[in-house]
């Protein structure tokens, strides 16, 4: 959810999924059920923008919105319905599933005009795969457009995420998992670093990906009944090969069309593989730009920048100003009683820098929490675990504390001065890209980052 004002700035934008405790929370079906969550969300929405809300009810004013937006492939009608009796606005809009990524990701952009792709395993009648031209204004009189120019008919992000259904050490199972789970994506571009890609299944799989065999019947006849685990992690490493393929195939069409834009802008669930957009932006050079909540988090504020778009006044506007709009703690207000509490039995105290870098040498896993959390699923700094990556079983810890499988990377930390000693390829804060490491880096060292696969370490915690 989001509320932006009348120039385009942002009020509050809300991840339901912080807010409900649930990942890749999608509103309910049950009516009522749905009814309570989107006033909840709304509720919090204005809290967080400092608006107190008198509702109708208590016999005060309501807020008056004067464009609110709607998913244009609803997430039902009966959403449309509750959100009709909930708000009191001057127009209703609908926006696209695609065209909500595309805005979202363009103007978090730190340049002007762009072409923008948007490619996930979802959207609206079918388009997955949506390319647009973006153009930002710059003053209250110049129109900002954002058109849509292709439509391409492919799935990229669910014949990716049916691809690591098959992987035993990916789902945790023995046998293939039927239901639709958007973690194991994610898993399996960490996990692929363990395969090879197969020149042989190349083909067969770029056939599924363009949509021209099934998926199931494709996929299991070219595994097999039983694959080997050697043979489920060199099928991991060339389903991605082959998306990377695919992608440069419809990145060098566009780019050869519409050669002027200033940058280039992915969208989409999948831009957050990490790898692709590595790999898209050493092989084209031009300013690359991926938003820090490419997926369906973004949704909601890109759904409302289309219709009321923000003034770029500078030109090159600080690289995802969206980065750290999502809620404070909600208990916040409880913290203070939280740490008498705890200093009642488990010894509480204030600590300085040099206390924290002692702790953290002794092995110990801090929690960071600072101001407003990170909107998006990357860990940025403001929710985050940290530890030293020297320490022997660190990693290990670490994700022993996260619930997560042995074979999970884990981000690295380094200043902005200290950076070109350790990566060759430019420097993101946002964990949307792998980084390059230079060579004098050890196997040992990059073992605590992932597993060196060509000296590129995939993922973000
Ligand atoms: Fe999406």
Redesign the pocket.
């Known amino acids: 959810m989001t509320l932006l004002r009348e120039d385009g700035g942002i009020l509050a934008v809300l991840e339901l999924e912080r807010l409900f405790g649930h990942r890749y929370y999608g509103f309910p079906v049950d009516e009522e059920e749905l009814e309570r969550a989107f006033s909840r969300g709304y509720a919090e929405l204005l809290d967080q923008a400092g608006i107190i809300h008198r509702g109708a009810k208590n016999g005060g004013e309501k807020i008056l919105h004067k464009i609110c937006v709607l998913p244009a492939a609803a997430a039902g009608k009966a959403l449309e319905t509750i959100m009709k009796k909930t708000l009191r606005c001057a127009s209703w809009k609908f926006a696209g599933?695609?065209q909500s990524?595309a805005a979202q990701a363009f103007y978090d952009a730190p340049f002007r005009s762009a072409l923008v792709l948007s490619y996930?395993?979802?959207?609206d009648v079918h388009q997955n795969f949506e390319v647009y031209l973006g153009k930002k204004r710059t003053s209250s009189s110049t129109p900002s457009f954002l058109e849509l120019v292709m439509v391409h008919k492919m799935n990229l992000g669910t014949v990716y995420q049916e691809c690591a259904t098959y992987l035993q050490e990916v789902t945790g199972d023995k046998v293939r998992k039927e239901q639709y789970n958007r973690a194991l994506s994610g898993k399996m571009m960490g996990y692929l670093a363990l395969g090879k890609e197969r020149p042989e299944w190349a083909s067969p799989l770029e056939r599924v990906y363009r949509g021209i065999a099934s998926q199931e019947t494709a996929l299991r006849d070219l595994l097999g009944k039983a694959p080997t685990i050697p043979e489920q992690r060199d099928f991991a490493a060339s389903c991605q090969t082959v998306f990377e393929q695919i992608l440069f195939e419809v990145f060098d069409e566009h780019l050869t069309l519409y050669p002027s834009v200033d940058g280039i802008v992915v969208s989409?669930?999948c831009a957050l593989n990490v790898l692709s957009n590595r790999k898209l932006q050493l092989r084209y050079g031009l300013p690359f730009h991926v938003s820090p909540a490419p997926?369906?988090s973004g949704?909601s504020l890109g759904g409302a920048q289309i219709f009321t778009p923000p003034l770029d006044t500078r030109g090159s506007a600080p690289p995802a100003p969206s980065m750290y709009l999502g809620p404070l703690l909600f208990d916040r207000h409880a913290v203070p009683a939280y740490i008498e509490m705890a200093g009642l039995g488990y010894g509480a105290r204030t600590v300085d820098v040099e206390d924290l870098a002692s702790i953290l040498n002794d092995g110990a896993i801090i929690a960071v929490v600072r101001g407003r959390s990170e909107f998006g699923p990357r860990a940025l700094g403001h929710r985050s675990l940290i530890a030293v990556p020297h320490l022997p079983e660190i990693k290990q810890k670490m994700n022993r504390l996260k619930f997560r499988e042995w074979w999970r990377p884990v981000a690295p930390m380094v200043t902005l001065e200290d950076a070109k000693r350790y990566v060759q390829s430019s420097i993101s804060g946002f964990c949307v890209f792998v980084f390059i490491f230079l060579p004098w880096l050890t196997d040992q060292s990059l073992l605590f980052f992932s597993l060196s696969r060509d000296r590129v370490f995939a993922g973000c915690s």
Not at 120 to 123: I, M, R, V
């Open positions: 599933h695609h990524h996930d395993g979802g959207g989409g669930g997926n369906d949704l």
